[in-house]
């Protein structure tokens, strides 16, 4: 559900002098991923780096995804929010741009902090931010912005909603949010929430999913490596699209405030690196059994 929300942020075209452009972000790729973990002596996830400039502290958690308030990735969250203090967060996700106000209003229903953390660690972190005041935004770009791009990149749009609607339904398997028999139902619940793929329907979906792989479209036919398998080039523009929007927020951000949270998958650590680097310097690791003591155990 998460998936389906937005928040906003207008995007500056330069920071700190220099703008930030998509040949600045390294294309996903899982074994550079890990040789690159391993030489920061990172060997498990979630991981927590500290990036410190004179006018700055930003805490970026590497996030392994999850919606098990017991996981590491939740623990170190509660933990940030808590001791670090953070002035601003930067939250994944929120991409369908509207709708901050209404999940502000709803985390703020009730205290039952089980059910926001099984939305997800971002739904997770704004419960918690707003039981300390503590503002925030998305880094995501406008879903307006992300299709005019790929529009303008030679991208289908078949493909384009084939592929998002790919893209959610792992996930909300997990959440238990779709099952075998409301799959159909969630697909075209997901499709009529964005406005530039509403004509498309789960019919629809099946008919272009049988033609890439000649099965229908299904819980076990949707894995996680099926977009980079079906889509490998529209996997990476949409990514470092993504990428370059999240690093000219943090670093518009960072201008106005003093201690900065940004929590996101791990892998955005990795493509945005070199421009983190340029932008903060070298990130100090922060150790994940020293931050968490007895909590860890839980």
Not at 14 to 25: L, N, P, V, W
Not at 63 to 70: C, G, P, T, V
Not at 80 to 94: H, S
Not at 142 to 165: E, M, Q, R, T
Request: with cysteine; proline share 3%; glycine share 4%.
């Amino acid at each position: 559900m998460f998936l389906f929300i937005l928040i906003f942020l207008s995007l500056t075209e330069a920071t700190f002098g220099k703008e930030i452009s998509q040949d600045a972000i390294l294309p996903y790729n899982g074994k550079k991923e890990r040789e690159f973990a391993l030489s920061y002596g990172v060997k498990k996830l979630p991981v927590l780096l500290e990036y410190t400039t004179e006018k700055c502290t930003i805490h970026y958690i590497g996030a392994k995804h999850s919606f098990n308030i017991k996981s590491e990735t939740h623990q170190v969250i509660k933990k940030e929010i808590e001791d670090f203090n953070p002035e601003f967060m930067i939250l994944e996700g929120f991409e369908n741009r509207g709708n901050l106000k209404f999940w502000e209003n709803v985390v703020k229903q009730t205290d039952n902090v089980s059910r926001y953390a099984a939305f997800g660690e971002p739904i997770y972190a704004m419960y918690l931010a707003t039981r300390k005041n503590t503002p925030f935004c998305s880094g995501e770009p406008f879903n307006k912005d992300i299709f005019k791009h790929l529009k303008d990149k030679g991208f289908s749009k078949d493909d384009i909603a084939l592929y998002y609607v790919l893209r959610q339904i792992p996930q909300a398997y997990e959440r238990k949010e779709v099952t075998p028999e409301n799959l159909s139902f969630f697909i075209n619940g997901f499709l009529q929430s964005i406005d530039e793929l509403k004509g498309y329907d789960f019919k629809t979906c099946n008919i272009l999913f049988k033609k890439l792989t000649k099965k229908s479209l299904s819980l076990e036919a949707v894995t996680e490596r099926i977009l980079r398998e079906l889509f490998p080039e529209l996997f990476q523009e949409i990514n470092t699209f993504r990428d370059v929007s999240i690093l000219k927020t943090l670093a518009e951000k960072s201008k106005k405030y003093k201690k900065i949270l940004i929590i996101y998958g791990a892998s955005h650590i990795y493509t945005q690196n070199e421009v983190l680097e340029e932008l903060f310097g070298k990130p100090k690791i922060i150790d994940m059994d020293l931050l968490l003591g007895d909590n860890n155990k839980i």
